[in-house]
């Protein structure tokens, strides 16, 4: 693992949610980006070396809306960034965690990435990403 990548916050209206974060942080989301395959609408903004990515469920059927229902608006997950996807989901797994999907899958902000369930990691949901090269 090479570092925190980002770290993610539900929320349920990203675009009031882009007016106060942008209020905060004093700068405006450098990407916004809906992920069909997520169920996700997020933006992205970059605070000195961290990024911060906010995400709002685009459907019921969203995480982030299951999330938001059971938790309501919070830190859903801690993103690192990895230097080979494979090689980790392969190590993790033999590591005991509970890898929740076999082969990464198209993320926002041009990443492949995969999640540890949080029942296997004390509770905090773990993504793994990699840089798509072009
Ligand atoms: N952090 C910590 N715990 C979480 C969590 C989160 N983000 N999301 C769910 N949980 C907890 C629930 O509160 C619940 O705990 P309790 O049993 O104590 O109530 C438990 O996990 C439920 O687990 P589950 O029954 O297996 O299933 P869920 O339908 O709630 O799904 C999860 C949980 C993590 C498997 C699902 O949200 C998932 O697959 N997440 C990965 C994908 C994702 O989050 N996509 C959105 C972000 C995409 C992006 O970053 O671009």
Not at 16 to 32: A, G, H, I, M
Not at 51 to 62: H, M, N, Q, R, V
Not at 78 to 97: H, Q, W
Request: hydrophobic content about 40%.
């Amino acid at each position: 693992m090479l570092k925190v990548e980002h770290i993610g916050i539900a929320v349920k209206d990203l675009k009031n949610s882009n007016e106060l974060f942008s209020k905060l942080f004093n700068k405006q989301p450098y990407k916004v980006e809906t992920v069909a395959s997520e169920n996700v609408s997020t933006s992205f903004f970059q605070v000195g070396e961290t990024k911060i990515e906010l995400l709002e469920a685009t459907g019921p059927e969203s995480a982030i809306a299951k999330f938001i229902e059971k938790r309501g608006e919070g830190i859903h997950h801690i993103a690192f960034e990895v230097a080979d996807i494979e090689a980790e989901i392969v190590r993790l797994k033999n590591e005991g965690f509970t890898v929740l999907n076999d082969t990464p899958k198209n993320g926002a902000d041009n990443k492949r990435i995969v999640f540890l369930h949080p029942k296997t990691t004390n509770g905090v949901l773990i993504e793994l990403c990699e840089e798509i090269k072009q």
